[in-house]
T-cell receptor, first 117, second 116 residues
Framework: AQSVAQPEDQVNVAEGNPLTVKCTYSVSGNPYLFWYVQYPNRGLQFLLKYITGDNLVKGSYGFEAEFNKSQTSFHLKKPSALVSDSALYFCAVRDGLYGGATNKLIFGTGTLLAVQP | KAGVTQTPRYLIKTRGQQVTLSCSPISGHRSVSWYQQTPGQGLQFLFEYFSETQRNKGNFPGRFSGRQFSNSRSEMNVSTLELGDSALYLC???????????????FGPGTRLTVL
């Protein structure tokens, strides 16, 4: 079955330092991978996605993600963290096993990013 | 374009009651999906509608149902509410296409349902 794993419940980083939020995936076929961010009492905001092509994907708010097929990973990165980046981050994979058309996403458990001033 | 809107934003119900949540997708989007978010189970897929037809369904009991109208607006209904149904219910829309989609899903702010 398609799945994603986020091994860290929480990541702590100082403002101005680079940040990485980890995600690994397990899929049959081509992986369509997504990152979303959730602020308190809000819905999910789309950050970026990998469909095909360049392994380095650039997204919103200065975030980028590196797709690594050999390590089955899709880690989210940002060169310099901001306090305002503190939020809950979700990695997701499109479910391709339905056998038909679908937009269904399978989400990881989420990683809470805390950026200290 | 306006984003995905969900109404109401907050609901308090008691066990045994039923509830209807509404979602208006981004203009032009034909696919609407629903997800349940709880601290214990995380984000779980409920169902997906495309052009008024349910084309995918998650592992939820039959108390959870939905529909989509010709203008792509969607509603979900939960009957005989249980305490465990307390959650944030999120709606997402996307343009919609065939096959395993590469579309981005855009989420609404959610409806916070509390069952007492």
């Amino acid at each position: 079955a398609q799945s994603v794993a986020q091994p860290e419940d929480q990541v702590n980083v100082a403002e101005g330092n680079p940040l990485t939020v980890k995600c690994t995936y397990s899929v049959s076929g081509n992986p369509y991978l997504f990152w979303y961010v959730q602020y308190p009492n809000r819905g999910l905001q789309f950050l970026l996605k990998y469909i095909t092509g360049d392994n380095l994907v650039k997204g919103s708010y200065g975030f980028e993600a590196e797709f690594n097929k050999s390590q089955t990973s899709f880690h989210l990165k940002k060169p310099s963290a901001l306090v305002s980046d503190s939020a809950l981050y979700f990695c997701a994979v499109r479910d391709g096993l339905y056998g038909g058309a679908t937009n269904k996403l399978i989400f990881g458990t989420g990683t809470l990013l805390a950026v200290q001033p | 374009k306006a984003g995905v809107t969900q109404t109401p934003r907050y609901l308090i119900k008691t066990r045994g009651q039923q509830v209807t949540l509404s979602c208006s997708p981004i203009s032009g989007h034909r696919s609407v999906s629903w997800y349940q978010q709880t601290p214990g189970q995380g984000l779980q897929f409920l169902f997906e509608y495309f052009s008024e037809t349910q084309r995918n369904k998650g592992n939820f009991p039959g108390r959870f149902s939905g529909r989509q109208f010709s203008n792509s607006r969607s509603e979900m209904n939960v009957s005989t509410l249980e305490l465990g149904d307390s959650a944030l219910y999120l709606c997402a829309s996307s343009p919609g296409q065939g096959g395993v989609s590469t579309d981005t899903q855009y989420f609404g702010p959610g409806t916070r349902l509390t069952v007492l």
